[in-house]
């Protein structure tokens, strides 16, 4: 099993910049990341995926420029930095886990998942 918990969620203006923060606990071994966002109204969407090692990553085209995902696997750590915000960056961010090591964009794929963390950009 593994457990996840999301941290840096906050109020914050346009413009401005975040970085989102991801502990993992329990098997953490050979486990891939992603982060996904669910605005109000709105589905469950991809924003970034990390493989387990760190080596490679993907992102939803829209994230691609002002969304980087890392990770401190000697921390147990995952982040997510977001430049630019936008209003419409306003949602819960969730980081989730999946047992291979592989990048995935969909939410089916990740078998763990943290509670969320919420993120409001005022213009």
């Known amino acids: 099993q593994v457990q996840l918990e999301e941290n840096g969620g906050r109020l914050v203006q346009a413009g401005g910049s975040l970085r989102l923060s991801c502990a993992l606990s329990g098997r953490t071994f050979s486990i891939a990341m992603g982060w996904f966002r669910q605005a109000p109204g709105k589905e469950r969407e991809f924003v970034a995926s990390i493989t387990a090692n760190g080596a490679s990553t993907h992102y939803h085209d829209s994230a691609k420029g002002r969304f980087t995902i890392s990770r401190d696997n000697e921390k147990n750590m995952v982040f997510l930095q977001i430049n630019g915000l936008k209003v419409e960056d306003t949602a819960v961010y969730y980081c989730?886990?999946?047992?291979?090591?592989?990048?995935?964009?969909?939410?089916?794929?990740?078998?763990?998942w943290g509670q969320g963390t919420q993120v409001t950009v005022s213009s």
């Open positions: 989730a886990g999946r047992t291979s090591g592989m990048v995935s964009s969909y939410a089916t794929d990740y078998t763990y």
